[in-house]
């Protein structure tokens, strides 16, 4: 797939954006509310975001750097690659969308935690996500590469944008259904 990179870059930032906004509104809800479980194995809407911190945490530091150390000047397009965009696409929600295994590192279940402070870390690194989106209009998104949580794979830098936002709008919906 071929997409305009000032479209891309602008459509991703509104999903942050979106993001940022839900998460502020979340901050009215009470601890309870948000420690609120389905089933005893399935996750509170505070574990969601957790988990989208733990891998916030590591994306966030590694496109950071690959822009940094990015030699290739900003293009037009960004030509998705092959697995990066299979697994960009996989992660958007959809109906009857089956739940994935986790790495056990990115496993918020069972950790205590204070939702509070997940919010404030939730907003802290997708404000950062936005910035670093910012920044990535300087730079390749095809040529400019980064590593992902597998070990061996790299993604082009579009491809791991698209997939860290498409996991992160897989996780909102998922709050949105452990709230209801």
């Known amino acids: ?63 950071r750097k690959r822009i940094n150390k990015s030699r290739y000047p900003k293009s037009t397009f960004f030509k998705s690659g092959f697995l990066g965009n299979k697994f960009a696409l996989d992660m958007l929600p959809k109906e009857g969308m089956k739940t994935m295994k986790t ?29 670093l989106l910012e920044m990535a209009s300087e730079v390749d998104l095809t040529k400019t590469k980064t590593a992902i949580t597998l070990p061996l794979l790299k993604f082009r830098l579009g491809d791991t944008f698209r997939f860290v936002i498409y996991h992160n709008e897989r996780h909102i919906v998922q709050v949105k259904k452990t709230l209801k």
């Open 1 to 63: 797939m071929v997409f305009n990179t000032n479209e891309l870059l602008q459509d991703l930032k509104e999903l942050v954006e979106s993001h940022i906004n839900y998460v502020e509104q979340l901050q009215q809800l009470s601890e309870a509310d948000l420690q609120k479980k389905q089933t005893p194995t399935s996750w509170s809407a505070i574990e969601c975001l957790e988990h989208l911190n733990l891998y916030a945490e590591f994306y966030n530091k590694e496109i």
């Open 103 to 131: 790495f056990k590192s990115k496993n918020p279940i069972y950790s205590n935690l204070v939702a509070k402070e997940v919010l404030i870390q939730f907003l802290k690194l997708q404000k950062e996500l936005e910035q």
